[in-house]
């Protein structure tokens, strides 16, 4: 029997139709719009966006060494304290994260997926022990399911707003 070793790429496309919708929702933002708190007593659009933004670098880059290494600041954006960046800031953090995932899932192939990775060491012990190690499809699936959460947080945000959501106006 041939073993398919077709990149993962092939099986994600709907993660491009979603980052396609996130940079098309996030760019008409105002200032004014990324300040808002997507419910009382929770972050703001922009802290929001940070951290679904720095979530993608921390994990496909820290972890699994992706990506251009001018991105490894990305992921310190969803840290408490960070300011909220414009529009078109986050607009490019997207797309180039994007790149970073595209080009990794364009690379891998279901045998990939079970290849472990140790916590980085700029971890501290206790965030060691806390994550352990991680497979790739662990990883991947993560980033996925955390972005699809967050953009239905979001979505549901700039509805109350009357904005458009990543998912429409739905």
Excluded: C
Excluded at 137 to 142: C, D, F, K, Y
């Amino acid at each position: 029997m041939t073993e398919h070793t077709l990149p993962l790429i092939t099986f994600y496309q709907g993660w491009r139709i979603y980052q396609q919708s996130l940079v098309e929702t996030i760019a008409p933002l105002t200032s004014e719009h990324l300040a808002l708190p997507v419910a009382p007593h929770h972050w703001s659009i922009g802290q929001l966006l940070n951290h679904m933004i720095s979530d993608r670098v921390w994990w496909f880059h820290l972890w699994m060494d992706e990506g251009d290494p001018d991105l490894a600041p990305v992921a310190q954006w969803g840290e408490q304290g960070q300011p909220t960046r414009s529009a078109a800031e986050l607009v490019a953090a997207l797309e180039a994260s994007w790149q970073m995932i595209e080009h990794a899932l364009t690379s891998w192939t279901a045998a990939d997926l079970g290849h472990v990775f140790s916590p980085p060491a700029s971890l501290s012990e206790q965030e060691k022990s806390a994550f352990g190690q991680r497979t790739r499809q662990w990883i991947v699936w993560h980033v996925l399911e955390h972005e699809i959460h967050h953009g239905g947080e979001l979505s549901l945000a700039l509805g109350g707003l009357g904005l458009q959501g990543v998912y429409g106006n739905a």
